[in-house]
Nanobody
């Protein structure tokens, strides 16, 4: 089992920045991928960014150039800059093992607005 805890969400003005954290505990195997996903009301959950245990990153088209994913030991960060109204969503962390087994966090709400 892997337990994921997201933090760092909140209210931010358009153009502002936030940094989300995803802390993992439990049985962390060597080969895995951690992804940040988001889900806005009425929308499907979508991939925002992901990072492999080897450090390879991938970004959704809507956040390229604005968001950056990184990791430090068992914590994965999502630095979000130049935030837009449409970035408002609940952001979830997902940990996927090479076997395909995956775990979700409970999410953290990001609201972009005044």
């Amino acid at each position: 089992q892997v337990h994921l805890e997201e933090s760092g969400g909140g209210l931010v003005q358009p153009g502002g920045s936030l940094r989300l954290s995803c802390s993992a505990s439990g049985t962390i195997v060597s080969n895995h991928v951690v992804g940040w996903y988001r889900q806005a009301p009425g929308n499907e959950r979508e991939l925002v960014a992901s990072i492999t245990s080897g450090g390879k990153t991938n970004y959704g088209d809507s956040v390229k150039g604005r968001f950056s994913i990184s990791k430090d030991k068992n914590t994965v960060y999502l630095q979000m800059n130049s935030l837009k109204l449409e970035d408002t969503a609940v952001y979830y962390c997902k940990h996927t093992r090479l076997t395909g087994m995956f775990f979700w966090g409970k999410g953290t709400l990001v609201t972009v607005g005044s």
